[in-house]
């Protein structure tokens, strides 16, 4: 494992499933246990599953400039936030490319959580509150554990009565187990889940009492690396695996547009001025690849880095791939010219197989996310 500077509360616990906790953002994170991870997946998309995604950057910004400091620095209208909602965003350079997303929760009138990744979005903010009157706390007390799926709401409802009501993308404060929580109806898997911040004292009790009073739910502790599969059927980027960071242009500089990510929806129509805003609208049209979606022949999944082909032509290039055994499809998320971002164009996979397949839309599963907004 690398040097981590981060601890997690659960760092016995992962142990203990067989996970070598391999570091992530700077925290030892369960990539695998000795379980199966067709079983943590088969738990998300039918019954439920309990993650520990506490490495992710969980950082408050309190203040009467906190507002205005997120309203520049990410495409959304924080205006539009009030105590109890929150938002998906993302973040550009002043070259209007993607180097972040997050999560945005406003918790008070001057105070939001924002949640992030690997990328550089944190450092940025740091650096753009020198000078304003807001606090920047990072906050690794705050551990979050992710219940996903279609059973987490009924499992959840036996202890927290009101929950079936907490609508998507909005948060409350609460108690479970007796511990003081906050329960957001969030999460990285295209299913109906919530996320469970909890002090680190209280993530251990939490944890466990989960999972043995929801083994009758089927609930299980799942991996981290559960979250590739699902992403996958579910057109959930991760940065920066799918980006030019990793897969490089020929002749330009690392960096990717909201347009060629399919990501240009984070910009709110209401929103004004922000970084990177002026070269993200240039850009428009001049998108160099797609991220698009590819539907394989055979059982076999696909790898990181497996190039796609039209004859003698390469087209594009897989960035993450998964065989569904609930759908008997093997798919993928790709980067692919943009002339073949389009339903249906014969190609082939080449690299660690050699398979026909065909372009396809994204997302695979529930393109109309029905699941993860369902009501009651």
């Avoid at 520049?72 to 965003?89: E, H």
């Avoid at 187990?177 to 329960?183: K, N, S, W």
């Avoid at 996320?195 to 989960?210: G, R």
Wanted: hydrophobic content about 35%.
């Amino acid at each position: 494992m690398a040097n981590s500077w981060r601890i997690s509360a659960l760092a016995t616990h992962h142990r203990q499933l067989g996970s070598k906790l391999e570091d992530w953002n700077g925290m030892g994170t369960a990539w695998t246990y000795d379980s199966d991870i067709t079983d943590h997946y088969m738990a998300i998309r039918t019954k439920a599953g309990l993650m520990d995604v506490s490495g992710l950057k969980k950082v408050h910004y309190v203040g009467p400039h906190a507002e205005s400091l997120l309203e520049y620095a990410t495409t959304r209208d924080i205006s539009k936030l009030y105590p109890g909602k929150s938002v998906y965003a993302t973040m550009l350079n002043e070259q209007g490319k993607f180097v972040d997303d997050c999560v945005i929760y406003r918790t008070g009138p001057n105070a939001f959580m924002v949640v992030h990744g690997t990328g550089i979005g944190h450092e940025m903010l740091v650096r753009s509150a020198l000078g304003r009157q807001v606090a920047v706390l990072f906050d690794d007390d705050l551990h979050d554990l992710s219940l996903q799926g279609p059973l987490a709401v009924d499992f959840l409802a036996e202890y927290m009565p009101g929950i079936r009501d907490l609508p998507y993308f909005h948060h409350i404060q609460t108690k479970l187990f007796g511990a003081p929580v906050m329960i957001s109806r969030t999460g990285y898997t295209g299913e109906r889940g919530y996320e469970i911040f909890c002090k680190a004292a209280d993530a251990p009790m939490i944890w466990e009492t989960i999972l043995e009073k929801g083994a009758s739910y089927g609930i299980i502790p799942c991996s981290f690396t559960t979250l590739d599969w699902l992403r996958t059927e579910s057109y959930l980027l991760f940065f920066p695996y799918d980006n030019s960071e990793y897969f490089p242009f020929e002749n330009d500089n690392c960096g990717d547009t909201l347009w060629e990510l399919g990501l240009d929806f984070t910009v709110s129509p209401t929103k004004g001025e922000f970084r990177g805003c002026y070269e993200h609208r240039r850009l428009q049209g001049k998108e160099r690849f797609k991220i698009f979606g590819v539907l394989l022949e055979g059982h076999q999944a696909s790898q990181m880095g497996d190039t796609l082909w039209d004859g003698d032509k390469r087209i594009g290039v897989i960035t993450c791939g998964m065989y569904s055994p609930l759908s008997g499809k093997s798919v993928a998320i790709a980067r692919v010219d943009v002339d073949y971002a389009v339903q249906g164009k014969t190609i082939q996979v080449k690299g660690s197989l050699e398979v026909d397949a065909i372009t396809h839309t994204l997302p695979f599963d529930d393109p109309q996310k029905l699941k993860r907004t369902a009501k009651g």
